[in-house]
């Protein structure tokens, strides 16, 4: 993957036109997406406004927009990211490109979890996982999505069963990068559980496994979350030493003012709880400031809110209420209500110690206002906790049903094929049976000269006729059929012209039976066999270097 990428970037960087500077930009922004998403999100802002320069719209586009909108609900825009999902549902449907269809699923998931909407968010993350695994492409996001939506419903048991199969399916597949993810989620499960033991565990593993990929994005989120677990905990000198750590490694990042921002936001809250308010003051501004290079409000706001509140406590209260208004602005541009609620209340009391009675009374009156549209909001959030829990154990119970169907075919697909090798064994014991009683008839035959001529003869015509229609040959393709009838039919779909004889020796090819195993079974001889894989073969359209055999164990039942 590394080395087709840096073929990309290199081609990349001479002279192109603007349609094939487009497709590398294309091309990168999808491949690079599996290593480094700040990365692939600049290639994809970069295609896509080539896009609007090219006279036609180019295939390729609808990935272009999954990329963009997987960006843009990391850095909490979530309005660019709707904007951007809609147009790469359209373009995906329109090039029937199901595996983008599948990304964009799982990022229509991760924007529904940002804005709070659950069981919108649980939909889309089962949509992505049904699409993806029915069309063979890989579900891991979608499946880590619905990790973290269980523990938002409050279900971290059915996260943690989730998280653990994905660890063991990374573990058997020793991905690096895949382990990194699915060590920080599990860390991020166990802190739900409250099982901090764990929890501290696996997100130093997720940082050790990042820090070998020099993946400083990972290693800055996890050393975040491992402050965020020490500073709950009330261990404050731990806690900076992560975000400072943290803030360190989203430093060297080119292209990250929104994670960088909420860092910095954090470790002010931290100083600002040890009341080194001029520490605080010191990192709230620099959040600020990094702020407003993010197109986030959401960053924004949670920015504006830790410096208003640093000051209203300290009794700066004319230099916090400019900073309320400004974050309320934001609030309810981003409908946080809680934040909302929050600044209303804080704003009242901050305009009475100023004596502005007047504006505290309205701030209060909208603070109530607000409460009371957040209580209708928290009953619908509620009932849509409720709904999404029942999907997750309707959803169980369908997967654990599946799995018990499974179990059941595969059980009588074994016992069919005990069958077909059992009967193929009798067969082939039968077949050289026959041959070697036919090898002395004729022995005799020399030996003992015409007197056993009539006698030899009507015995080598039922030789013949019992190698050539046995019962048991009738049986066996019987069962053959019934354990591999698909495979036939498909087979005969991909050559209407092959005869009955060919699709029995592609039968025995299937079982790995030689050419000779062949020859003896169908009483033909072995160039006979060799000449009707050649037929086969040409039939099948099958090239030099292809392998018969190969493609028909391929062939799907």
Same mark, same amino acid.
């Given at each position: 993957? /590394?080395?087709?990428?840096?073929?990309?970037?290199?081609?990349?960087?001479?002279?192109?036109?603007?349609?094939?500077?487009?497709?590398?930009?294309?091309?990168?922004?999808?491949?690079?997406?599996?290593?480094?998403?700040?990365?692939?999100?600049?290639?994809?802002?970069?295609?896509?406004?080539?896009?609007?320069?090219?006279?036609?719209?180019?295939?390729?586009?609808?990935?272009?927009?999954?990329?963009?909108?997987?960006?843009?609900?990391?850095?909490?825009?979530?309005?660019?990211?709707?904007?951007?999902?809609?147009?790469?549902?359209?373009?995906?449907?329109?090039?029937?490109?199901?595996?983008?269809?599948?990304?964009?699923?799982?990022?229509?998931?991760?924007?529904? =979890?940002?804005?709070?909407?659950?069981?919108?968010?649980?939909?889309?993350?089962?949509?992505?996982?049904?699409?993806?695994?029915?069309?063979?492409?890989?579900?891991?996001?979608?499946?880590?999505?619905?990790?973290?939506?269980?523990?938002? =419903?409050?279900?971290?048991?059915?996260?943690?069963?989730?998280?653990?199969?994905?660890?063991?399916?990374?573990?058997?597949?020793?991905?690096?990068?895949?382990?990194?993810?699915?060590?920080?989620?599990?860390?991020?499960?166990?802190?739900?559980?409250?099982?901090?033991?764990?929890?501290?565990?696996?997100?130093?593993?997720?940082?050790?496994?990042?820090?070998?990929?020099?993946?400083?994005?990972?290693?800055?989120?996890?050393?975040?979350?491992?402050?965020?677990?020490?500073?709950?905990?009330?261990?404050?000198?731990?806690?900076?030493?992560?975000?400072?750590?943290?803030?360190?490694?989203?430093?060297?990042?080119?292209?990250?003012?929104?994670?960088?921002?909420?860092?910095?936001?954090?470790?002010?809250?931290?100083?600002?709880?040890?009341?080194?308010?001029?520490?605080?003051?010191?990192?709230?501004?620099?959040?600020?400031?990094?702020?407003?290079?993010?197109?986030? /409000?959401?960053?924004?706001?949670?920015?504006?809110?830790?410096?208003?509140?640093?000051?209203?406590?300290?009794?700066?209260?004319?230099?916090?209420?400019? =900073?309320?208004?400004?974050?309320?602005?934001?609030?309810?541009?981003?409908? =946080?209500?809680?934040?909302?609620?929050?600044?209303?209340?804080?704003?009242?009391?901050?305009?009475?110690?100023?004596?502005?009675?007047?504006?505290?009374?309205?701030?209060?009156?909208?603070?109530?206002?607000?409460?009371?549209?957040?209580?209708?909001?928290?009953?619908?959030?509620?009932?849509?906790?409720?709904?999404?829990?029942?999907?997750?154990?309707?959803?169980?119970?369908?997967?654990?049903?599946?799995?018990?169907?499974?179990?059941?075919?595969?059980?009588?697909?074994?016992?069919?094929?005990?069958?077909?090798?059992?009967?193929?064994?009798?067969?082939?014991?039968?077949?050289?049976?026959?041959?070697?009683?036919?090898?002395?008839?004729?022995?005799?035959?020399?030996?003992?000269?015409?007197?056993?001529?009539?006698?030899?003869?009507?015995?080598?015509?039922?030789?013949?006729?019992?190698?050539?229609?046995?019962?048991?040959?009738?049986?066996?393709?019987?069962?053959?059929?019934?354990?591999?009838?698909?495979?036939?039919?498909?087979?005969?779909?991909?050559?209407?012209?092959?005869?009955?004889?060919?699709?029995?020796?592609?039968?025995?090819?299937?079982?790995?039976? /030689?050419?000779?195993?062949?020859?003896?079974?169908?009483?033909? /001889?072995?160039?006979?066999?060799?000449?009707?894989?050649?037929?086969?073969?040409?039939?099948?359209?099958?090239?030099?270097?292809?392998?018969?055999?190969?493609?028909?164990?391929?062939?799907?039942?």
């Amino acid at each position: 993957m /590394s080395a087709s990428i840096e073929s990309l970037e290199r081609q990349l960087a001479r002279p192109r036109n603007k349609q094939r500077r487009f497709e590398l930009l294309a091309e990168l922004a999808w491949k690079v997406s599996a290593i480094s998403q700040i990365k692939a999100f600049d290639y994809a802002k970069q295609a896509i406004a080539l896009a609007e320069q090219l006279p036609h719209e180019p295939p390729g586009l609808q990935r272009c927009l999954a990329v963009a909108a997987n960006g843009y609900v990391a850095d909490a825009n979530l309005a660019s990211a709707e904007m951007v999902l809609g147009r790469g549902f359209q373009l995906a449907l329109k090039y029937d490109d199901e595996q983008c269809r599948a990304m964009l699923l799982y990022v229509e998931g991760e924007k529904f =979890l940002h804005s709070g909407q659950a069981l919108a968010a649980l939909r889309s993350a089962n949509a992505s996982v049904d699409l993806a695994q029915r069309r063979g492409y890989s579900a891991r996001n979608a499946r880590l999505l619905r990790v973290r939506l269980c523990c938002y =419903l409050g279900l971290p048991d059915e996260a943690l069963t989730e998280c653990l199969e994905l660890a063991d399916e990374a573990a058997q597949e020793k991905e690096a990068r895949i382990l990194s993810k699915v060590y920080r989620e599990l860390g991020e499960v166990y802190n739900a559980l409250n099982d901090r033991t764990n929890a501290l565990h696996w997100l130093n593993e997720a940082a050790a496994q990042y820090r070998k990929l020099n993946h400083a994005y990972g290693e800055a989120g996890c050393c975040r979350s491992l402050g965020m677990i020490a500073y709950l905990d009330g261990d404050s000198g731990r806690a900076l030493e992560y975000f400072h750590r943290a803030w360190d490694l989203f430093n060297s990042i080119p292209d990250s003012p929104g994670v960088m921002a909420d860092v910095l936001t954090c470790t002010a809250s931290v100083h600002s709880d040890v009341k080194d308010f001029e520490k605080a003051i010191v990192f709230i501004e620099r959040a600020e400031h990094v702020a407003q290079q993010s197109e986030s /409000s959401f960053t924004k706001a949670q920015a504006y809110l830790v410096k208003a509140q640093l000051y209203f406590d300290q009794g700066q209260y004319r230099k916090a209420i400019p =900073l309320f208004e400004q974050t309320l602005g934001y609030a309810a541009e981003i409908k =946080l209500r809680n934040f909302e609620r929050q600044i209303h209340k804080v704003l009242a009391e901050a305009y009475e110690h100023e004596g502005c009675h007047q504006q505290a009374l309205m701030h209060e009156k909208m603070g109530s206002a607000v409460e009371k549209q957040l209580r209708g909001h928290q009953i619908q959030q509620r009932a849509a906790r409720i709904a999404a829990q029942f999907e997750l154990r309707r959803l169980r119970a369908a997967r654990e049903e599946e799995d018990r169907r499974s179990r059941e075919l595969l059980r009588r697909n074994d016992e069919l094929h005990g069958n077909l090798n059992s009967l193929l064994i009798s067969l082939q014991q039968r077949q050289q049976g026959l041959l070697k009683l036919k090898a002395e008839v004729e022995v005799m035959l020399d030996e003992e000269g015409k007197r056993q001529l009539p006698f030899a003869k009507r015995l080598m015509a039922e030789i013949g006729e019992q190698l050539q229609d046995a019962d048991i040959r009738a049986e066996f393709q019987r069962q053959f059929e019934k354990a591999h009838g698909p495979f036939i039919r498909n087979l005969s779909r991909r050559a209407e012209a092959l005869t009955p004889r060919e699709i029995e020796l592609c039968s025995l090819l299937r079982l790995n039976q /030689s050419s000779q195993e062949i020859a003896e079974l169908m009483y033909l /001889s072995v160039n006979t066999v060799n000449t009707h894989r050649r037929h086969i073969r040409k039939k099948l359209g099958l090239a030099r270097g292809d392998n018969l055999v190969t493609f028909l164990a391929g062939l799907q039942d």
